[in-house]
């Protein structure tokens, strides 16, 4: 009697652990992690992410801003949480591939601490002044920074913001004040008010106030002209060459997440990004799908990672 109380005793337990072992993900709520405040380019896309995957999955998700340090902070609210999947990194080149060249000390290794799932999008930069700001294009620009004896200010909202920037600068061949920004609506916010010259913002961030007119385009970092401003020139075009830079949404979870979960949370999140709906919301924004996989997310990361070593030392950014 007690052997058979023993054996059902132990069926009853494999079967208990079987079923726990066999946990559908996701079976409660996910947790998205944005490492700037809201109305920036990276909060507006990860909010459709979010309504994605509820539709499709039927999980609660919630957008965490969590703004600071560059993203740094975002990065490591997520390494504190546990690798299963529930605490998700919607980030960009910030914390993945710039900050390694932009801090003397890092307090997390993007390449070995995060997993890529899927990228998301691409984004360039665009130089965005006051209507009655006294240049009309890029050389006027250059040309009035070289007659000042006070150099004009940039704000930026993130590191591809300030890189962009500095490269352009370094570039240009000029002498410019950086005042820094903890997410882009603020530095755009001080524009408006004359407290600063210029900010290099990402066209989503930037679009209604330029669709009002309060502020003006004069080129874009892309290395093409945006299919919804045609007029606006690339900074090429506009006579200075070597400046190009793009920023990069995607997502990663913590190393250690199970590889079904990865697999399966970058289905949901390329089914999102290949989605015509979403190809015309970025398009819309001036930015582009990025539909990688993790193994092309890491090669794209390590590549550009080598590209912000060469911004930072062709612009002689020094490190914080």
């Known amino acids: ?70 993203g740094n902070l975002a990065a490591l609210a997520v390494l504190k949480a546990d690798a299963d999947g529930y605490t998700v990194f919607v980030t960009t080149n910030s914390t993945q591939s710039a900050n390694v060249s932009l801090f003397n000390t890092m307090p997390y290794n993007p390449a070995t601490d995060f997993a890529p799932v899927a990228g998301i999008m691409t984004i360039p930069m665009m130089l965005v002044v006051k209507p009655e700001f006294p240049a009309k294009t890029v050389a006027e620009f250059i040309a009035l920074a070289k007659s000042r004896q006070k150099p004009l200010s940039f704000g930026s909202g993130n590191t591809s913001s300030r890189g962009a920037a500095e490269l352009f600068r370094a570039r240009a061949g000029i002498e410019m004040q950086h005042v820094p920004y903890r997410g882009m609506p603020q530095a755009l916010t001080d524009v408006l008010a004359g407290e600063i010259d210029c900010v290099f913002a990402d066209p989503a961030s930037a679009q209604g106030l330029i669709q009002d007119g309060r502020l003006r385009i004069l080129a874009v970092t892309s290395s093409e002209r945006l299919a919804g401003m045609p007029d606006i020139p690339t900074l090429a075009q506009a006579g200075l060459s070597g400046a190009e830079l793009a920023a990069w949404v995607g997502v990663f979870v913590r190393t250690g997440t199970p590889s079904d979960i990865i697999a399966k949370l970058s289905q949901t999140v390329l089914a999102f990004v290949n989605n015509k709906e979403t190809a015309g919301y970025l398009q819309s924004v001036g930015a582009k799908p990025f539909p990688a996989g993790p193994d092309a997310l890491q090669a794209f990361e390590e590549a550009d990672t080598r590209r ?3 911004i930072v030392a062709i612009a002689k950014i020094e490190k914080k």
């Open 1 to 70: 009697m007690r052997l058979r109380v023993a054996i059902v005793m132990w069926l009853i337990a494999v079967l208990i652990g079987t079923s726990a072992s066999a946990e559908v993900y996701p079976s409660r709520r996910i947790n998205l992690i944005v490492p700037f405040p809201a109305g920036s380019a990276t909060d507006a896309v990860t909010r459709r992410l979010a309504e994605s995957i509820r539709t499709e999955t039927g999980a609660t998700v919630l957008v965490e801003n969590k703004p600071g340090a560059d």
């Open 308 to 310: 912000w070593a060469e």
